[in-house]
């Protein structure tokens, strides 16, 4: 009793568990011998006992069919020394039904045992997963804010110099209705700026966009560009109508994104603008004669994150962007994105 008190303690290491059972297997066969006529209540009601905590510590077909044929050994060992061989088949017959129950009922037990500490492992894989998609969105949502916050702030106010400094040459030249002229449009640019730039505080999604059609909303670009710069734009605009909001909002900035490069680096004369559908998806293309740039340097510059972002939110949509550059005969920029009844795969 004492022994089977500390038994989880005593076989917690299997190396040495073997200790455990010889002393408790003499223990029994002392008893048994003890008990002389009578040995075969302990052979069916301890000897059992002891298989089920073999079984619990080793768990090995091997190692309890051979701890069992030690068993027999010492029952059939007995009933010969004690000259009760005619019963020792019904002894050998309960001894092995009372091992079937035992075994069964600690195998159940173990079953239950292993199956809790899968789901236990389970459920520690998937709190690990649990946190590493949290990190993942927390990182996308952090890309995604520095896209939206680069197309309204950064861009807005990269116009608002622009235009400023256009203002500058025209005062030098005393061309001061001109240069008046763009003060207004300046002062519409940076009102257009502030309300993107609160929008996107709020709940980091465009939602102007409901307001016009999409093709209202390109042209307002176009003509920005050209209040802005004095280059002529050409090119073919579709008429669109119940376009899906996030793509709206996508490929506005990118329209805005391409233009604001070629303000800043094209050294461009002339710029053409094509938003077209072509099999079922929008494509939009855009070309300058400027001094063209090196494609490889995408995302490479400190501070130059636009052609990323535009990258970025291409993904996002499932489409294609692809930049020809032939210096010094310009850029061409061709942007596909398929139309979708599901939406978009944004995080």
Request: charged fraction near 15%; hydrophobic fraction near 45%; charge should be positive.
């Given at each position: 009793m004492?022994?089977?008190?500390?038994?989880?303690?005593?076989?917690?290491?299997?190396?040495?568990?073997?200790?455990?059972?010889?002393?408790?297997?003499?223990?029994?066969?002392?008893?048994?011998?003890?008990?002389?006529?009578?040995?075969?209540?302990?052979?069916?009601?301890?000897?059992?006992?002891?298989?089920?905590q073999f079984v619990?510590?080793?768990?090995?077909?091997?190692?309890?069919?051979?701890f069992m044929a030690v068993l027999y050994a010492i029952i059939t060992l007995f009933a010969i020394s004690e000259d009760a061989m005619p019963g020792v088949i019904i002894l050998l017959a309960l001894f092995t039904l009372m091992n079937i129950i035992v075994i069964g009922i600690v195998n159940l037990m173990l079953q239950q045992y292993y199956a809790r500490m899968r789901t236990q492992n389970f459920l520690d894989e998937l709190e690990i997963a649990h946190?590493?998609?949290?990190?993942?969105?927390?990182?996308?949502?952090?890309?995604?804010?520095?896209?939206?916050?680069?197309?309204?702030?950064?861009?807005?106010?990269?116009?608002i110099i622009m235009q400023l400094e256009a203002i500058n040459v025209h005062l030098s030249n005393r061309n001061h209705e001109r240069a008046q002229q763009i003060v207004l449009s300046s002062m519409e640019g940076a009102r257009h700026t502030l309300a993107e730039a609160r929008e996107v505080i709020d709940n980091l999604r465009l939602q102007s966009a409901d307001n016009i059609t999409f093709t209202d909303a390109v042209r307002e670009e176009l003509d920005r560009f050209i209040g802005a710069t004095g280059i002529p734009?050409?090119?073919?605009?579709?008429?669109?109508?119940?376009?899906?909001?996030?793509?709206?909002e996508h490929s506005l900035y990118m329209i805005?994104?391409?233009?604001?490069?070629?303000?800043?680096?094209?050294?461009?004369?002339?710029v053409e603008v094509n938003v077209l559908v072509v099999n079922g998806s929008l494509v939009i293309e855009i070309t300058d004669d400027g001094k063209g740039f090196d494609p490889e340097q995408i995302g490479r510059q400190p501070g130059h994150y636009g052609l990323l972002g535009m990258q970025e939110r291409v993904r996002i949509m499932g489409g294609r962007l692809s930049i020809s550059n032939h210096v010094p005969q310009g850029t061409h920029i061709q942007i596909e994105i398929p139309f979708h009844t599901g939406g978009y795969n944004e995080i």
């Open positions: 004492v022994l089977n008190w500390y038994f989880i303690r005593l076989t917690r290491n299997r190396h040495t568990a073997w200790i455990y059972f010889s002393i408790q297997l003499f223990i029994l066969c002392l008893a048994s011998f003890m008990a002389a006529y009578v040995y075969g209540l302990i052979t069916i009601g301890l000897f059992p006992l002891l298989v089920g619990y510590v080793y768990y090995d077909k091997i190692k309890i069919g051979m946190r590493q998609v949290e990190e993942l969105t927390v990182a996308n949502e952090r890309q995604r804010m520095a896209r939206d916050l680069h197309d309204t702030l950064a861009q807005g106010l990269v116009g734009v050409t090119g073919q605009i579709e008429e669109f109508r119940n376009l899906p909001q996030l793509l709206t805005r994104e391409s233009l604001t490069n070629i303000t800043r680096h094209a050294q461009a004369q002339h």
